[in-house]
């Protein structure tokens, strides 16, 4: 199993990023897929999720600018980042997730700079 997450960078506060996640040894359609994010000296915490049903979640933080979305044609999961503040900054983590049979894998994650 591999998720490959690509797209970080460094970005002016304002900016916008796109994330990209690619997935391979799963049957990704029936995953949950999840964006993390773990910013220096914090933990890491959740930032997007998508189900299998395309119902999305966002940690209050950053809804109204990013969008998470996939492509179950492509194995791939995205991360939309618009208006990006100091405070995205981190590395940013994808995470497929299955409740039956219980399955959970994380991606080697992406860094993303915001400055200001």
């Known amino acids: 199993v591999q998720l490959q997450a690509s797209g970080g960078g460094l970005v002016q506060a304002g900016g916008s990023l796109r994330l990209s996640c690619a997935a391979s040894g799963i049957i990704f359609r029936s995953y949950t897929m999840s964006w993390y994010r773990q910013a220096p000296g914090k933990q890491r915490e959740l930032v997007a999720a998508?189900?299998?049903?395309?119902?999305?979640n966002y940690a209050d933080s950053v809804k109204g600018r990013f969008t998470i979305s996939r492509d179950n044609a492509k194995n791939t999961v995205y991360l939309q980042m618009l208006s990006l503040k100091p405070e995205d900054t981190g590395v940013y983590y994808c995470n497929a997730d299955r409740d039956f049979p219980k399955s959970l894998y994380w991606g080697q994650g992406t860094l993303v700079t915001v400055s200001s």
């Open positions: 998508i189900t299998s049903g395309y119902v999305t």
